[in-house]
């Protein structure tokens, strides 16, 4: 096996990651692009809604997030409503179409991850859980 970086590494996973999801849309001939699937992930599990806070997590402008919000709300994936107080302050939450679907991507995330605990041994997952922790960790103080 070639050494790979671990930047290499994590490229691929999130890679494949990102088939998997995409394999869940295509069965319903649904089709996204990979920044909108991360959005829809985002609003999905974001305490908040706020566009802000989804575009800091996305690593994207305001601007381009609006941009693919319209787009979103358009298509029936995303309900948008704006603050009573503050107009400009404006709250993101997934339809129930959005919803089913990314309740399907987590089941078959789940899932693979079930398979690949009992693939590998759960002493090896424990083993390579801690080590990834670390690795954020070290990240994060970078």
């Known amino acids: ?6 930047d290499e590494i994590v490229q691929q996973i999130e890679t494949e990651q990102i088939r998997l999801d995409t394999q ?5 001939q649904l089709t996204l692009t990979v920044r909108q699937i991360r959005i829809l992930k ?4 974001s305490q908040t809604g706020f566009m802000k806070e ?36 404006k709250y993101l939450s997934c339809t129930l179409k959005a ?3 990314l309740i399907e991507i987590q089941k078959q995330n789940h899932s693979f991850s079930e398979e690949f605990i009992n693939d590998i041994g759960s002493e090896e997952f424990t ?12 990240y994060k103080k970078k």
């Open 1 to 6: 096996m070639k050494a790979q970086t671990l």
């Open 24 to 28: 869940v849309l295509s069965r319903y």
């Open 42 to 45: 985002s609003v999905f599990s």
């Open 54 to 89: 989804i575009a800091q997590v996305n690593h994207i402008t305001a601007a381009t997030l609006t941009s693919d919000i319209k787009t979103l709300v358009k298509d029936g994936w995303i309900l948008q409503r704006k603050d009573k107080e503050d107009k400009r302050v």
């Open 99 to 101: 919803r089913q679907i």
């Open 127 to 138: 083993k390579l859980n801690q080590n990834l922790q670390k690795l954020l960790l070290y």
